[in-house]
């Protein structure tokens, strides 16, 4: 069994053809569906169905552990360049979208500086669509929201966040002086995350105890596009602060709601295998972006101790 055979039937999953795989890898089509052959022979099982492209359950297995032995394999070159204080080499990030607005930026201002051989790979998206990445090791790290429920990923708190209800100015909602509640919210149709995610498990068990339930209008999965739309005038939503950019704050207002609980956001990673160096200098820059910004957006506070 050669590398080479692993990286060709892992380049077919991610790329979806023979054709396509080969064009990733800098080969002909012919050199990978040999690769492939050479190792369902080697295994005593097919790897991909023929008939349709897809991998098999067999090949679903081996692509699993393939990914993991070629992220290995970076790893080792990457943490041998460190042993002469030079990081070198690519750290897949995933990132919440809300998050990945504002601190994608900063972030790369201070690997430019700090680490400049480091290359960072963005995949933006939501908890759970990002969280079977980590686990399969497409990403070496992700921002994510907390808690995870899995124990197959050890996370440190990186920030906490307001959680406001965002409306038009001109709402009812606006003009009360006084604290607005969850009984104000109370009947509101909101655009709200789909049940089970992390963020929605939060509004809901901050609700419960009051009796209140949230009424949505529509359920998404994904606090980005869920922005979109409340900006769009499809309907008011609870969001954490950050969603919503400064040039629509005139427009639109965050209106905190008493006994609501902040968003809690933190880098994750998988509790097996060891992180190469470039993945730990990215987990250290993603710290020390938080803890010196002068200019972090409204709304975020260091973790709780």
């Not at 209800?165 to 509101?188: I, Q």
């Amino acid at each position: 069994m050669e590398l080479r055979h692993l990286q060709a039937l892992v380049a077919i999953n991610d790329h979806g053809t023979f054709s396509a795989a080969a064009e990733h890898l800098g080969t002909v089509q012919s050199n990978i569906s040999a690769h492939v052959a050479r190792l369902e022979r080697e295994l005593g099982a097919p790897l991909i169905d023929r008939s349709n492209g897809q991998l098999t359950e067999p090949g679903s297995v081996v692509v699993a552990r393939a990914r993991r032995i070629l992220t290995e394999l970076d790893a080792l070159a990457s943490d041998v360049a460190a042993c002469s204080d030079e990081v070198r080499g690519t750290v897949r990030v995933g990132m919440i979208g809300t998050t990945a607005r504002w601190l994608v930026p900063q972030v790369i201002d201070q690997a430019s500086s700090r680490h400049p051989y480091l290359a960072l790979v963005v995949v933006e998206g939501s908890t759970t669509g990002l969280e079977p990445q980590l686990g399969s090791g497409q990403l070496d790290l992700a921002v994510l929201n907390l808690p995870l429920p899995s124990k197959e990923f050890t996370s440190t708190p990186l920030f906490e966040e307001d959680l406001v209800l965002v409306v038009p100015v001109e709402h009812p909602l606006t003009s009360l002086t006084r604290p607005v509640t969850f009984d104000d919210v109370a009947g509101m149709k909101l655009i709200l995350p789909l049940p089970g995610t992390a963020f929605r498990d939060e509004l809901d068990s901050a609700v419960r105890p009051l009796g209140v339930v949230l009424e949505a209008s529509t359920q998404i999965d994904g606090l980005r596009l869920i922005a979109s739309l409340t900006f769009e005038g499809y309907g008011p939503a609870i969001l954490p602060a950050t969603a919503i950019p400064s040039y629509l704050r005139s427009r639109f207002q965050a209106i905190m709601i008493e006994g609501l609980p902040r968003r809690r956001v933190g880098v994750a990673q998988r509790s097996r295998g060891l992180p190469s160096a470039p993945t730990l200098a990215l987990i250290d820059l993603l710290g020390a972006t938080i803890a010196s910004a002068t200019d972090l957006p409204e709304g975020l506070h260091p973790p709780a101790s």
